[in-house]
Structure formats: C-alpha cells, structure tokens
C-alpha cells in the first residue's frame, strides 16, 4: 500500500482481510500491523547492516500515534549510531529490574529500620528470655517472671503486713510497652525513682535485671543503634540503686539447741525433717524440696542433689539425716481413679505438685515460738558453712558439699574429692552441731530411732 499520514481514522478503517500493514508517510520506519484476529499494534521496521529489524512498539490503544513515531524515531537513531534497538531495550529492562530492585532494597531497609526503632521493650525481652533462660535456675526465671507480671491478682496468701489486696505488677512492666530506644538513662533514673518507692532492695535487684537485659541487646546485632548501653552505667541512675550489702545472717552455737528443739515440736514431720535436714546439708531450698526417693541411697549412704551449677552433685548421707528421711512417709495419692505414688521425699497430698511448696511459714513460726530472729530459709544454708568452721573443716570441701562453684584454680581443676572424703567430714560437721543442740548422732548402724541428751 502506498504510504499514508497515520490519522485515527485511517487506522480505524484500516481493515484487511488477511494480516496487514498500514506505513507511515511521516516516519517512513512506522506501520500499523493488523493481525488476522484484527488487533492492531504500531511497529517499527528497519535494517542494520544486512539484519532486517522488527519491533513491535505498542497496541494502537495505549500508544498515541505522535508517541509512536517518536518512539520509532529513536529506534532509527540507535540504528544510525551502529547499535541493535533489541539489544538496547534488553538493556533498558535489565537496568529498570536493577534500579527497581534497588528501590526495593532500600524500601526494605527502611522498612526494616522503621522496625527496629519501633521494637518495644517487652519485645526484645520476650526475645532475651528465651535465648538465655535455659542457662538460668528455677529461681532467676521466677525472677524475671515477677518482674513482668501486670498485677492485680486477689493475694490469698503470704500477705505481709500493710500490702494491699492486689498484687502490683511487676517493676519492669511499667517498661513492656516502650519503644527500646527510649530506654535512656534519664528514663531509667526515673524508673529507678518510682521503684524505690516501692521497695529500694527489690528496686536494685530488677534494676540489675534490666541492666544484663540490656548489655545482651547491646550485643545482639537486631538491637545495635537502637538500645542505649549507658542506660544503667550512668554515675545518675547508679545514684539511685541501693548497694548491694552482703548478708550474715547465721545461726550462733548457742542458739542450735533453742532452734532444734522448737523446729522438732512442728506438728508436721516433713516441716521438721526439710528444717533439719537443709541445716544439716546446706542445700539450696528449690534443692531440698525437689528430692526424690530415687535421689536417696541408704545402702551406700548418699544423696543426689539436683542443682543449678552442675546439674547435679552427689553428697554424703549423714547418719542424723538419713534417720529424720528413713522416718518420712512414701505417700500416695488418687488421682483421676488411678493409685498413684508420689516421688517426693518431702511430700505434701495436698499439693498440686504433690511435694513441700512453701517450707518457710513453719519455719517463721518455730522461730517465734523459739524467740529467734526470723532467720530466711537460705540463712540456713549459710549456717551450715559458717559453723562447718568450728570443726576446721577445709573450705573446698564444704564448698563440694553445697555446690558451690570452685574459687580457685587449684580447686577448680585439680581437687575432686571423692564421697567417702567428704562423709568423713560431713559427718563430723553433723556431730558437732548435734552436740551443741544436745542430741546424740546415731551410730552408723544404728536404728532410726533417736533420744535427747542432757
């Protein structure tokens, strides 16, 4: 066909019976290519050298006519300048994939920094418990439990004296809800502040909380250029926390008699032999309560005591504690229809746990009764290294005894006493300390049952 100016009504009547072209006068490159289906698209036409060249530019729908000379006029230029148009445009596609994957990065790195500063508190918490609480004792995750709580339950029970009737929530969850990095040190010195309040002591202990909670996000790499690591380090806010003082509550030689005689006079025997026995062997509370009979060899005279720095440890089984266990009840319970015995050495039926949960009310009274200070659970424990130094007892053996860890290097990794060493000496620490109550330690061979001297 001879060429004609592409007008909208010449393509709109351009209707060929089979496949056609329709050339334009004004750009001599430029046709529109009808198809047998009767779709029509512009199309740009040339040679390079002795290569023909069609590319097809766009329906006749979306491209003006002007916009597709134009375009055509372009593909011609590369031509002249010696380059294929189909080579440049795969370029042209290629470079819009890059810049649009480049925008795209950039979009998601925003987007990802727009979270990061968003992240809360409670988040990076919740994300800080679990990955190290499975290094923590049963204690430390009650701890960092209690320090979240939101409060305002109904106390039922353990009430002290002027508390009110509800719980509080717990120190840290006045935080939970703040973004990270607004955790800065004057906020924390103003939480500090609301804390001591409270309580200054129980302040300085969630205060040494949030602090490793915050040098572990100041080491994760989610949480770098967001946490503020002087949080807690400045000279302000360490103004605010109360020293830590070390504490030295013991029994005293002269108050063991007083102290036996009423602990033995609870009208529950698991109260009386957990008292004893935690005296006796200086184990950690959570230690005492979760022994089981599998735990205790009578035959070979040991106790393996679950703990929290070695996972366990094995101890001697001294004659007096053996006696006060020996004399304990193997209880069972029904449950669900079913007969079911409790593993606890320390047992309690009416438990949900079914053992001792809560030894230090009885222990609280007897010390009333007794006219003694109200000595803790864990000054019990720290009784028992402390009056192990009447019997010039090694410092590494009550150290093995307790489970305490190693403080030295030789004791670290050259002293491993073995059981029967350390019998020889518990049970000498056991004496003593029975001496000074007035009761008589049982013999190795000797029966459960046990009198008062003097």
Known sequence: MPRQRLTLPRIAAFKPKSEGFLWDEDAPQLAVRVRASGSKSFIFQSGLGYRDIRITIGSVDAWTIEAAREEARRYQRMIDEGKDPRDVLRQEVEARKVDEAARQAAADIEKEELRRQAVTVGEAWAAYVAARSHKWGDSHKRDHEKAILPGGERITRGRKKGQGEYSLPGMVHSLLLEPLKDLTPERVTIWMQENNARGATEAAKNFRLLRAFLNWCAERPEYVGVVRPDACTTSEVKDHVKAVKAKGDSLQREQLALWFEHVRQLGNPVHAAYLQAALLTGARREELTGLRWED??????????????????????????????????????????????????????????????????????????????????????????????????????????????????????????????????????????LEQAGIQQPGEDQAPGLRVVG
């Open 296 to 433: 205790v060899d009578f035959q070979w005279k040991s106790l393996t005591i679950r703990d929290k720095v070695e996972g366990q440890r094995v101890i001697p089984l001294t004659p007096y504690v053996a006696a006060l266990l020996a004399a304990l009840p193997r209880r069972t319970v029904i449950r669900d229809g079913e007969k079911i015995s409790l593993p606890w050495v320390f047992s309690s039926p009416s438990a949900a746990s079914g053992r001792l949960q809560e030894p230090l009310k009885p222990h609280k009274n007897a010390m009333a009764a007794a006219g003694l200070p109200p000595f803790s659970l864990h000054d019990l424990r720290r009784s028992f290294g402390t009056l192990a130094e009447w019997v010039e007892c090694p410092v590494g053996v009550v150290a093995q005894i307790q489970g305490h860890k190693p403080s030295a290097l030789a004791e670290k990794h050259y002293r491993r006493r073995p059981l029967d060493l350390l019998r020889m000496w518990h049970v000498k620490i056991e004496a003593w300390i």
